[in-house]
């Protein structure tokens, strides 16, 4: 299993700019979660999908941001427009039941 | 508001020495609790967890303590060892079956040979 797989490994942006992180969970996994990692907040979740429908998403900082998961093997979060303290890297992790997260590699996003 | 308190960002250790990670939380509801570890540039994985009917979880030089009275749990590593040094965050999950993990900040432990 090639494990949860994010895109890009790193984005570097103008604030303004629209930016798209990708991730692709662990087939047969049926929740996804979006999280965050900041130095002054640790790992915050963004927002979770349970069977592609987003169940939480009490996380997500502003409307600026959304994500969608159209499929199973394919979900997005969208920064429109981004802003400097958007910076951060942004983790993906997909589980089947259990409470054991697999995570992706992340994707770090700088906003220039 | 931070439910998951790690309140030392860093901690340096000795090769062979023991490690003492800490972590508080507020919620009483939390019941499940988790430490991962994450290397740079890799995504943070699961290393060991403790059910709220346990006081402690072995698992090779990993040992977590749960003392539910303090709402206080700790992560220690005997001995350490110089690939342990990486950043560790502990988690929480409420009730039972599936709930989301909240999660600490993070420590970051080196240890030097």
């Known amino acids: 299993d090639a494990g949860v797989i994010q895109s890009p490994r790193h984005e570097v942006t103008e604030m303004g700019q629209e930016v798209t992180l990708r991730c692709k969970p662990i087939?047969?996994?049926?929740?996804l979660f979006w999280y965050r990692q900041t130095m002054m907040r640790g790992l915050e979740l963004l927002i979770y999908?349970?069977?592609?429908?987003?169940?939480?998403d009490s996380g997500m900082p502003e409307d600026r941001f959304s994500a969608k998961m159209p499929n199973a093997s394919f979900s997005t979060l969208k920064i429109q427009p981004s802003e400097p303290r958007d910076s951060a890297v942004y983790f993906c992790a997909s589980i089947t039941g259990g409470r054991g997260y697999t995570f992706g590699s992340g994707t770090r996003l700088t906003v220039v | 508001d931070q439910q998951v308190k790690q309140n030392s960002p860093s901690l340096s250790v000795q090769e062979g020495r023991i490690s003492i990670l800490n972590c508080d939380y507020t919620n009483s509801m939390f019941d499940y609790f988790l430490w991962y570890k994450k290397y740079p540039a890799e995504g943070p994985t699961f290393l060991i967890s403790?059910?709220?009917?346990?006081d402690k979880n072995e698992d090779g030089r990993f040992t977590v303590f749960l003392n539910k009275s303090a709402k206080h749990l700790s992560l220690h590593i005997v001995p350490s060892q110089p690939g342990d040094s990486a950043v560790y965050f502990c988690a929480a999950s409420p009730g039972t079956g599936f709930q989301k993990l909240v999660f600490g900040t993070g420590t970051r432990l080196l240890v030097s040979p």
């Open positions: 087939s047969g996994h049926d929740y």
């Open positions: 999908f349970n069977n592609n429908v987003p169940i939480d």
């Open positions: 403790i059910s709220s009917i346990k």
